[in-house]
């Protein structure tokens, strides 16, 4: 249903722009080499998140559960985190973190550490994400000063997260009137996140330089500016807890930013469905192999998977 409606966001795209981006596309110089290394580069980009999943969950589990918590390998976690990964496309944004919470149970992890982890670390690059835009886009996309304020806010309130987490789990148990306990993530654990999320924006950034390079066969402007536009419209998608995937939002955002980047309309349309289809194509194709992967080897019973890697 979502390649659906993406194809059919294509092709209103492309009508409502049809001239300008007729135009863009005769100037074009497609290089598909270029294409696969910007396709690379978010695979890359890809395990940064994983293992930044990883670091949380095996922090957590070990301070509840002692060291001797089963841990989760990566390309493990990098099934659970790609198939679940799927649930993004369902609006509310709840499906993701549900899915994920199941799979790790599966696979001898608790399910609410693993659910927990996620938000936090959804949390933590989210965060990244706003303070790389500020650092890359504050004068280019007009930020304003009350958003920079708000910025530093929500950093002071990452620098509190780990001491927050058991008061949350302790107030959750009054209201649910069940023990619910949550130990303290290590500090080590959240800056790790912090570090691999901020690193993940401005690699992101780079990746879509480099596919709007491989879509127009050359690009204009500094490297700031395309991680800017990109974490922008991707945060604007994000927290547009209706559209799934962010669709709509996201190009809508992306679209202004890249024409205040002095692309012209025509360039900005194609680079805004290019990047939809790009980004579509490097999210489901992982989770397909791995499903599928799934489906052809021998059944065999769930256990916990203890891995030190």
């Not at 985190?81 to 599966?106: C, D, F, T």
């Not at 349309?269 to 194509?281: E, F, N």
Request: a positive charge.
């Amino acid at each position: 249903m979502f390649a659906i409606a993406v194809v059919v966001a294509v092709a209103y795209a492309l009508v409502r722009e049809w001239q300008p981006v007729t135009a863009a596309m005769h100037e074009a110089r497609p290089r598909w080499s270029v294409l696969a290394l910007s396709g690379a580069i978010v695979l890359a980009n890809y395990a940064l998140l994983i293992e930044a999943w990883r670091v949380v969950l095996a922090g957590w589990e070990g301070e509840r559960r002692g060291p001797d918590a089963p841990r989760l390998g990566f390309w493990e976690s990098a099934r659970i985190w790609s198939v679940s990964n799927l649930g993004r496309y369902i609006p509310g944004k709840v499906w993701q973190m549900g899915s994920m919470a199941v799979m790790a149970q599966e696979r001898g992890v608790s399910g609410i550490t693993a659910a927990g982890a996620a938000v936090i670390v959804t949390l933590i690059n989210t965060v990244a994400g706003f303070v790389v835009l500020a650092l890359t886009g504050a004068g280019a996309l007009h930020v304003p000063a009350l958003g920079i304020a708000v910025i530093a806010l929500l950093g002071v309130g990452l620098l509190l997260a780990p001491q927050l987490i058991p008061w949350l789990g302790s107030l959750a148990g009054r209201i649910l009137r069940r023990p619910i306990v949550l130990g303290r993530i290590p500090h080590t654990a959240i800056w790790i996140a912090a570090l691999i999320s901020a690193a993940s924006w401005v690699v992101y950034g780079v990746a879509f330089r480099v596919m709007a390079v491989g879509v127009l066969g050359g690009a204009t402007g500094a490297v700031g500016t395309y991680i800017a536009v990109f974490t922008a419209s991707y945060l604007a998608g994000f927290l547009a807890l209706i559209a799934p995937g962010g669709v709509g939002v996201r190009e809508i955002v992306m679209f202004a930013g890249l024409q205040r980047a002095g692309f012209t309309g025509g360039q900005a349309t194609l680079l805004v469905v290019s990047s939809r289809v790009w980004l579509t194509i490097l999210e489901i194709v992982p989770a397909v192999l791995f499903l599928a992967r799934q489906w052809m080897r021998p059944r065999r019973s769930d256990g916990p998977i203890e891995s030190t890697r």
